[in-house]
């Protein structure tokens, strides 16, 4: 019997600034585009990912749609970063790509993390420790 294959995980979420945004993140966490869409139904959408990673980030932009704020500065992303020189090149590189260094509401990712804010007001998490769990 051979094991199931992982599921992929997408995050998917709105902007008003679909081509920045997206290129923030390519350039900040080291993504590229593997996926777009216009008009679809409406919409327009990027999908970004690593090549062989079992995630994906979406954003999309609803025609003729106002997209509200962003919600609790404590909804995040957390990437894990276990060795110090690529957490620090990572940090780097997301505050070169337009990401706004700001104090978590949890001081936990503070101790061993930093916080980032994109143009939206959403929160991305670079955590200098390896998951465990």
């Known amino acids: 019997m051979s094991p199931r294959p992982a599921p992929v995980l997408r995050v998917a979420r709105p902007t008003e600034h679909l081509a920045t945004l997206a290129d923030m993140y390519a350039r900040g966490l080291g993504l590229r585009v593997i996926g777009a869409f216009e ?3 409406g919409f327009d959408g990027v999908v970004l990912g690593h090549s062989g ?3 994906h980030l979406e954003f999309t932009h609803r025609h003729g ?3 509200t704020a962003a919600p609790d500065p404590d ?4 990437f894990y ?3 110090l020189d690529t957490w620090k090149a ?3 590189r997301m505050q070169a790509a337009g990401f706004r260094p700001v104090a978590a509401c949890n001081p936990y990712w503070d101790r061993q993390g930093r916080t980032f804010e994109d143009i939206d007001g959403y929160r991305v998490v670079l ?3 390896a998951w465990t769990r």
């Open 39 to 41: 008009d679809h139904d």
């Open 53 to 55: 990673h079992p995630y």
């Open 65 to 67: 749609h106002a997209v």
């Open 75 to 78: 909804q995040l992303l957390v």
């Open 81 to 83: 970063h276990p060795d």
């Open 90 to 92: 990572a940090c780097t």
């Open 127 to 129: 955590q200098h420790a």
